[in-house]
């Protein structure tokens, strides 16, 4: 994502604070985080799994969008956090203007989906971006 991503909307958490739910509407959003750190968690047969950590520059809630389906999983403040929030047309045209962007974003799903086909054993997105670093 740019370093700076100007007259977007943010949201401050506190630890603890749920962000969103698994099986909460995705309203149309997708988070970046500019301070703190994000756990993401899913409920998978009955247990409650941590999938990742998110820190600065991670994004999150994106997988809810592509695929226009509810949360698949829970994120929660791990301290005092703020999130930048990229609503689903403004991820879309950063997407289209920043192909380097979008590569980035692709190795990244790529990697989620080939994460969850080792957790659960088939292929799907969830909601847990990694770093690119």
Same mark, same amino acid.
């Given at each position: 994502?740019?370093?700076?991503?100007?007259?977007?909307p943010?949201?401050?958490?506190?630890?603890?604070?749920?962000?969103?739910?698994?099986?909460?509407?995705?309203?149309? $959003?997708?988070?970046?985080?500019?301070?703190?750190?994000? $756990?993401?968690?899913?409920?998978?047969?009955?247990q409650?799994?941590?999938?990742?950590?998110?820190?600065?520059?991670?994004?999150?809630? $994106?997988?809810?969008l592509f695929?226009?389906?509810?949360?698949?999983?829970?994120?929660?403040?791990?301290?005092?956090?703020?999130?930048?929030?990229?609503?689903?047309?403004?991820? $879309?045209?950063?997407?289209? %203007?920043?192909?380097?962007?979008?590569?980035?974003?692709?190795?990244?799903?790529?990697?989620?989906?080939?994460?969850?086909?080792?957790?659960t054993?088939?292929? %799907?997105? %969830?909601?847990?971006?990694g770093?690119?670093?």
């Amino acid at each position: 994502m740019p370093d700076s991503v100007p007259d977007l909307p943010s949201r401050t958490f506190a630890p603890g604070d749920v962000i969103f739910r698994q099986g909460d509407s995705a309203d149309g $959003e997708a988070y970046l985080v500019h301070e703190g750190s994000v $756990e993401v968690r899913r409920v998978v047969d009955d247990q409650d799994r941590l999938l990742r950590p998110l820190g600065q520059g991670d994004l999150l809630g $994106e997988v809810a969008l592509f695929r226009d389906a509810p949360h698949s999983a829970t994120a929660v403040a791990l301290e005092p956090t703020t999130l930048l929030v990229i609503p689903s047309d403004r991820l $879309e045209h950063m997407i289209t %203007s920043h192909p380097r962007l979008a590569i980035a974003l692709i190795r990244q799903l790529a990697r989620m989906a080939a994460g969850d086909a080792q957790d659960t054993g088939h292929e %799907s997105g %969830s909601d847990r971006p990694g770093p690119d670093r």
